[in-house]
């Protein structure tokens, strides 16, 4: 051991705000999510691809923030030929790049999957993080309604696969040119109004997190938050912001109640019409495969935060009930969301090209499968491997030689690589959640033999287990074997425990 380092020279081990590290339990857990969402992806016939972590800001197009600011909003750097570079902000834009770069070579309609962890340079609070991660499928060349109507049908087939119980959530559904419609109808649908109605947009985005008198402050002069920060508003008057609200209200009983009074709010506008149009027959589409409306619903608050979006738009809503460690209600809502997203390919090849996309955000998720113990991550803790203890220092290659046996028979195993002695020895495969150790002495060796100890069984007792003599008198859940049993014996331990 070297000299420790004088305190003032240390570097303090901190993690940066809205980050979080994962440990072997969560990692398990969440390999487990995933794969279930893979499998139901390509039950639909998506297939895989991947993208890089980051990408040319260009690229990643009019869905930033603010143009004239590239690392507003978004993670961005200069490389060495002062091109900027930013941390991808979704999954969306940069599969746009790649379906662009290899229109020639890819099959049309496109339909791919990709998870990954995307970054967000925005202000980290209660369950809102700066990296994260996303899992997508998006079909890209099908302007067909069918497309649309399909990612709701898997996104609802995806949770209940992942146990969320039918009627413990909703896959709501609203269409972005109905909310151009009343754009329109409010003075802000010309091109130089693009920036407020980004604002609008944002602001509706909160309503089911601010209510709507937390968003109507946000249409009009802005919002201090509980920290005390300031959210500049839209700037609205008072009749527009009546009518905005008027239009997120406008959900009624029913699917066909609801398109009435949407076609009622944007009676004058084409473009709003068309919308409608477009929802009433994805609804059609979903009960004819028999997706109800507790499964597929309209709702016109739904509107998604992006600005890329050109038609109907969705939303995974959670509506469960859970508790926090403190038994207080947990609400979720929203654990992902999607649409139509016609224009954006159009950036790299100059005409439109039709997409359609879905994402789940996999930690809002998890947190939410974690809270009503779903079984798919609410399984046995992870285990860590069988530990191979070391009794006698100077036979180190008689313990890796026992260490290899295992590993040879597929069995995960370590030596163990301290310099302490029984006790901590036995602490240390606790902490590892190893099912068992091995432990030879100079007398097993001797006989040929190993000692096997059951952890899981005999856990407590090892615990207060202070010396070898201890050990040799108690032996709690331990059986002697010959080292050619070993692996047989090992193999039992683990069957026994389901392992």
Request: proline share 5%.
């Amino acid at each position: 051991m070297t000299d420790p380092k004088p305190a003032a020279s240390l570097v303090k081990a901190r993690l940066p705000r809205g980050l979080a590290d994962r440990g072997a339990d969560e990692i398990a857990a969440m390999d487990a999510m995933l794969a279930a969402i893979k499998r139901n992806y390509e039950l639909y016939g998506f297939e895989a691809v991947e993208t890089p972590a980051m990408e040319y800001t260009d690229a990643l197009g009019k869905f930033l923030p603010d143009q004239d600011r590239p690392n507003e909003g978004v993670f961005s750097f200069q490389d060495d030929d002062e091109q900027w570079l930013s941390l991808r902000y979704d999954l969306t834009a940069p599969l746009a790049r790649h379906f662009a770069e290899h229109y020639e070579s890819l099959p049309k309609p496109y339909r791919s999957y990709r998870g990954g962890t995307v970054f967000r340079n925005e202000k980290p609070g209660p369950g809102r993080f700066r990296q994260f991660l996303q899992f997508d499928a998006d079909t890209i060349g099908s302007a067909s309604p069918a497309a649309d109507a399909e990612l709701c049908m898997m996104a609802a087939d995806t949770l209940e696969k992942l146990g969320i119980a039918r009627g413990d959530y909703c896959i709501k559904v609203n269409n972005r040119k109905i909310l151009d419609g009343v754009m329109e109808a409010i003075g802000l649908g010309a091109a130089e109004d693009a920036g407020r109605r980004l604002v609008v947009l944002r602001a509706i985005d909160k309503l089911d997190r601010l209510g709507p008198e937390g968003v109507r402050f946000l249409l009009g002069p802005g919002r201090k938050d509980e920290s005390g920060d300031f959210t500049k508003g839209a700037g609205l008057d008072a009749a527009a912001i009546d009518k905005v609200l008027a239009f997120t209200d406008a959900r009624r009983s029913t699917n066909a109640q609801t398109l009435e009074a949407l076609e009622a709010i944007v009676s004058s506008s084409a473009r709003g019409l068309e919308g409608v149009a477009e929802l009433r027959v994805l609804d059609e589409l979903a009960k004819a495969a028999g997706y109800n409306e507790s499964r597929v619903s309209l709702d016109p608050s739904v509107v998604r935060g992006l600005e890329y979006y050109t038609g109907p738009v969705f939303e995974a809503d959670l509506s469960l009930e859970a508790r926090d460690d403190k038994g207080q209600p947990i609400r979720f809502g929203s654990v992902g969301g999607g649409g139509r997203y016609d224009g954006l390919v159009a950036r790299f090849r100059g005409e439109d090209v039709p997409a359609t996309g879905f994402s789940i955000g996999v930690s809002r998720l998890y947190a939410a499968l974690k809270a009503i113990d779903s079984p798919l991550v609410a399984r046995q803790p992870h285990n860590g491997p069988v530990v191979v203890l070391v009794m006698d220092r100077d036979r180190i290659a008689n313990y890796q030689a026992l260490v290899g046996r295992l590993r040879d028979a597929g069995i995960r195993a370590e030596l163990y690589l301290g310099s302490s002695g029984m006790k901590p020895q036995m602490k240390y495969a606790d902490r590892r959640k190893s099912p068992c150790v091995v432990i030879q002495g100079s007398n097993e060796r001797e006989r040929g033999e190993v000692q096997l100890k059951d952890l899981i069984e005999g856990a407590q007792a090892a615990a207060a287990i202070a010396s070898n003599e201890e050990w040799k008198a108690a032996r709690p859940a331990q059986i002697s074997v010959s080292e050619d049993n070993m692996v047989a014996a090992v193999r039992e331990i683990l069957d026994r425990h389901g392992l």
